[in-house]
């Protein structure tokens, strides 16, 4: 890869010194150094995993001037916004830090002249998987923007050993693989253990009189855990601001496995540490399903106490009154994950620094702010009264008492209507008694927003609709955004060169800027030069390809690619009968005039969903018999690309001519890939659902692929009584692909195989693909269609680049900022220059 830009380090951001310097010679030996006084290795005998790290601990002592700074000028007394996630899939960090500092094209070269390849080290980096998917990715984007927008940001989050699992294709099922990120060391990371703070668990709370005669409660908890933070940081791009990313990793008390130690019980001691330190093993998989795991909640609550421990020794350390804790710090609770902070928050404030109830809640609900990003309500997170009281009795007894006093209100506003005071409470009491985390976190917090505009629309008239009733004010929309510097500037260094050569480079970080690139779409050399570059981007896509699977594709096919976590909502299926359609007309007509097509998918399914493994098999079924047919050679071709992942993701976005977003409407909460897409130059195909819709109204109708029902239209058929049986009895083409995937001709001739897929979508099809197949494939051939106007097609994706400005996280951040957290810029200044202190 050749840099995506010049180097341009900005003038206030020279701290080099003889340790840090950006010179070439000062470079070739800081990376020999680290090889010899950190990985401890001599030339001849260094991995190249040696040579990765020794480079990255050269980039980070580059770095850590602007972080200890930023650090610092944290600690006068300005507000920080809190970002509380249970995960975040922050990607590689390496070229992302060499972009952001400006050194790429400076570390080329001295890897280069030390007989190193700078693409092979980068290979080397092992990405943190430390999310699921969109969710956890939203939170790295917005750590990214926070950073380079220079407002003040902590991440708060777990520190998983072992994340998201590597996925497998074997025999066409996918096979799930543990993640061991860390077992060759993370040099991103620095652990503070001297800043551990101490997690309880278990027992009992106590009602008693202080001396002065107060009412107090404690909590005696039957177990405590250490928590150990892992900071990792986040530079902004071209600026010195370095947020922090605090993960925390549990550990046992010494104190008590001195005890067991004392009475003789070794092995129990050693027992307890194993307990203590499963805590952050592992990352859960699943996304949209809630497992009700207790190990769940206890991570849930182990961080959540950690970050809000760790914000209140940040303030008490200056000497600040804790009664402005809401105004020091902007909690943002990124789904119900952390809802628990609105119990402990109450807990640290009422039990351990004896502030009074009602001072204590108006401090919590101005702290915290709720965004949901789910519509499908199994996915609505709720935990069994028995279980929660058993690990957390103290937050049970607050969350009784928020209730009680916030049901009262509710009770006054309207009196005898059981219904919305059953809905609205805290507490399910429907059968088997819950807490509900989305109530708790709605009542708990200042702000309530959704992800995208339709998605706010939605929550306020069903999920969440009792709540907006009853608050209104609280609700506000922001709609997702994605990183460019990540998403364009690293993935895609050609298109950022040419883009950058034609309108300068303002809009990595002023992402409406790409509009100048509008008249452009007019000059036919630009469309040459655009589409050379979506050419060759697509070659590289395909050597990658033939290279790990063996499977020739033709980089002048319509790349055609749909990757996400497999979900039936999101509807990979109804691809795979687009594909088994495309693949029947050619098979009927040898002679077809076909547009030639390679259709590409990936993503993970969670372990225990049966469903969305069946979906891997089929896909990978179909793509053995569609590859291995003479007859359709040279015009299709289908790939599963194992193990979709960030460092996968800045491969295959911008290699993309048509990006699939095709869920049922009103189950996609936003999706971001679909903006990734988008802005590499990719046409969108898709339902009018969660961000589409607004991305649809960016680039134009004229440039976007709309197929399929309405959410209204979803809705007033479901009421109506859905038939999917019909639409395949009345539809000879569905008819024929669903009765040759039932007729074992995908699977060596099983016919059972496939019957639990086949017999859902014709008895349910909760998800409507049946309804929406015939819209979906006029819609494909319009593709096919448009895709043969080679010029116009051009034009067309330029246009979508030109105008998608407003998925910029930074974007996204701005609105945060100004409507919800009303947080400020603070640039840093690198004051304490050191070592040597310049
Ligand atoms: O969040 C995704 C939404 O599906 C997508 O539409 C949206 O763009 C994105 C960012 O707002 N949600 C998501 O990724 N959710 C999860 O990964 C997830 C993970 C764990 C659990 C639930 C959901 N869990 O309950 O454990």
Same mark, same amino acid.
């Given at each position: 890869m050749n840099a995506p830009l010049e180097d341009s380090l900005t003038p206030q951001i020279r701290v080099e010194d003889d340790r840090t310097g950006l010179s070439i010679t000062t470079l070739r030996s800081a990376l020999a150094d680290n090889l010899f006084y950190i990985q401890g290795k001599f030339p001849g005998t260094a991995t190249k995993n040696d040579y990765y790290m020794a480079l990255a601990y050269t980039v980070r002592d580059r770095l850590l001037q602007r972080w200890l700074n930023t650090t610092q000028t944290y600690r006068k007394n300005v507000k920080v916004v809190c970002y509380l996630s249970?995960?975040?899939?922050?990607? =590689?960090?390496l070229v992302n830090n060499l972009i952001n500092l400006g050194i790429y094209a400076k570390i080329r070269q001295a890897v280069e002249e030390s007989g190193l390849s700078l693409q092979e080290l980068i290979e080397q980096e092992e990405e =943190?998987?430390?999310?699921?998917?969109g969710l956890g990715r939203l939170a790295a984007c917005y750590l990214d923007s926070l950073s380079t927008l220079e407002i003040p940001a902590i991440g708060y989050g777990i520190r998983y050993e072992f994340g998201i699992f590597d996925q497998e294709i074997r025999d066409g099922w996918q096979v799930e693989i543990t993640d061991k990120w860390l077992q060759y060391g993370n040099p991103w990371e620095i652990a503070r253990p001297e800043e551990y703070v101490e997690v309880k668990f278990g027992g009992r709370s106590e009602h008693y009189y202080d001396e002065k005669g107060n009412y107090r409660v404690r909590w005696i908890p039957d177990r405590v855990v250490k928590g150990v933070p892992y900071d990792t940081p986040i530079l902004g791009y071209q600026v010195n601001t370095a947020n922090t990313l605090r993960l925390w990793k549990a550990e046992a008390i010494e104190s008590f496995d001195f005890q067991a130690f004392n009475i003789g019980d070794y092995y129990g001691a050693v027992d307890a540490k194993i307990v203590s330190e499963n805590l952050t093993k592992i990352l859960y998989p699943n996304d949209e399903v809630i497992q009700g795991k207790e190990l769940r909640l206890q991570q849930q609550y182990f961080f959540v106490s950690c970050a809000l421990q760790d914000m209140i020794r940040l303030l008490l350390s200056t000497e600040v009154s804790l009664e402005t804790f809401h105004q020091q710090f902007a909690v943002q609770l990124n789904d119900t994950h952390p809802a628990i902070g609105v119990a402990e928050l109450m807990r640290l404030l009422v039990d351990e620094h004896r502030i009074d109830w009602d001072k204590a809640w108006h401090i919590t609900q101005n702290t915290f702010a709720f965004t949901n990003h789910t519509l499908?309500?199994?996915?609505l997170e709720k935990w069994p009264i028995e279980l929660f009281g058993r690990l957390l009795p103290r937050h049970l007894e607050i969350i009784y008492e928020i209730n009680q006093r916030f049901l009262d209100r509710v009770r006054m506003k309207y009196p005898r209507d059981l219904g919305k005071l059953s809905r609205l409470s805290l507490i399910d009491e429907s059968g088997e008694r819950y807490v509900r985390m989305a109530n708790l976190a709605c009542v708990g917090s200042h702000a309530i927003n959704g992800v995208a505009e339709l998605h706010t629309e939605l929550l306020k008239k069903t999920v969440l609709k009792d709540f907006y009733e009853f608050f209104p004010e609280k609700f506000a929309n922001v709609t997702n955004g994605v990183t460019p510097r990540r998403w364009m500037v690293l993935s895609n260094p050609r298109l950022t060169r040419l883009i950058t050569e034609k309108i300068g480079d303002r809009w990595i970080t002023h992402l409406d800027d790409l509009r100048k690139l509008e008249t452009l779409a007019d000059d036919a050399s630009f469309r040459q030069q655009w589409r050379q570059i979506k050419q060759e981007t697509k070659g590289d896509l395909a050597a990658y390809i033939r290279k790990k699977l063996d499977i020739i594709v033709d980089p002048k096919s319509l790349f055609d690619i749909q990757v996400k976590r497999i979900h039936e909502y999101k509807r990979q299926h109804l691809n795979v009968l687009h594909v088994i359609t495309f693949y029947n007309r050619l098979k009927h007509d040898r002679d077809l005039d076909i547009t030639p097509r390679t259709f590409i998918f990936g993503g993970k399914a969670a372990p225990g969903y049966f469903m969305a493994k069946l979906i891997i098999k089929l896909i990978v079924s179909v793509a053995n018999i569609v590859n291995n047919d003479p007859d359709v050679r040279d015009r299709m071709k289908v790939v599963f690309i194992p193990d979709f992942n960030v460092t996968l993701g800045q491969r295959i976005y911008p290699a993309a001519d048509l990006s699939e977003q095709i869920s049922t409407a009103g189950k996609e909460a936003s999706g971001t890939g679909n903006m990734k897409f988008a802005l590499n130059g990719a046409l969108t195909i898709g339902t009018l659902d969660g961000a589409n819709v607004e991305i649809r109204e960016e680039v134009g109708a004229e440039n976007f692929f709309l197929f399929g029902l309405t959410t209204e239209e979803v809705y007033g058929l479901k009421a109506r009584g859905y038939r999917p049986f019909d639409y395949y009895n009345q539809n000879a083409e569905l008819k024929a692909v669903i009765d040759l995937i039932s007729s074992g001709f995908f699977s060596h001739g099983d016919v059972d195989l496939f019957k639990p897929l086949i017999d859902n979508l014709l008895y349910r099809d909760d998800y409507m693909l049946l309804a929406d197949y015939q819209s979906y494939i006029d819609t494909q051939e319009k593709v096919s269609q448009a895709y043969r106007d080679r010029e116009n097609w051009t034009r067309m994706s330029i246009l979508n680049v030109a105008r998608m400005g407003k998925f910029s996280s930074d974007r996204s951040i701005r609105e945060y900022a100004q409507k919800i957290w009303k947080v400020e810029p603070v640039p840093v200044e690198l004051l304490q220059l050191c070592p040597g202190g310049q």
């Open positions: 249970a995960e975040f899939l922050i990607g =590689p960090q =943190p998987g430390l999310g699921n998917g499908l309500p199994e996915a």
